[in-house]
Nanobody, 121 residues
Framework: QVQLVESGGGLVQAGGSLRLSCAASGRTFSSYAMGWFRQAPGKEREFVAAISWSGGSTYYADSVKGRFTISRDNAKNTVYLQMNSLKPEDTAVYYC??????????????WGQGTQVTVSS
């Protein structure tokens, strides 16, 4: 069992940066791949980024490639999402998730409660 708590969301102007954190409880954190997803009002939850259990592999949605960076610290049971050059279309609730990895919601078993990111133009 893994419990996930996101933090770091907020209001930022376009072009700004935010760093999201996701703290995990449970001693099996390092055995899970981790992902970040987001959901804007009226839209489906969409994949943002994922990282392998070791941190050795990462992949990103095309819409955030080159602007967002996912990383993890297994000693701290934490995964991060550094978001730079933010755009208004990045506005959404951001969720972290633990699972087998991949870009589909069904590939993740555990989810956090989400943190709101709002980018003003």
């Amino acid at each position: 069992q893994v419990q996930l708590v996101e933090s770091g969301g907020g209001l930022v102007q376009a072009g700004g940066s935010l760093r999201l954190s996701c703290a995990a409880s449970g001693r099996t954190f390092s055995s899970y791949a981790m992902g970040w997803f987001r959901q804007a009002p009226g839209k489906e939850r969409e994949f943002v980024a994922a990282i392998s259990w070791s941190g050795g592999s990462t992949y990103y949605a095309d819409s955030v490639k080159g602007r967002f960076t996912i990383s993890r610290d297994n000693a701290k049971n934490t995964v991060y999402l550094q978001m730079n050059s933010l755009k208004p279309e990045d506005t959404a609730v951001y969720y972290c998730a633990a699972g087998i990895g991949g870009s589909y919601v069904y590939e993740y078993d555990y989810w956090g409660q989400g943190t709101q990111v709002t980018v003003s133009s």
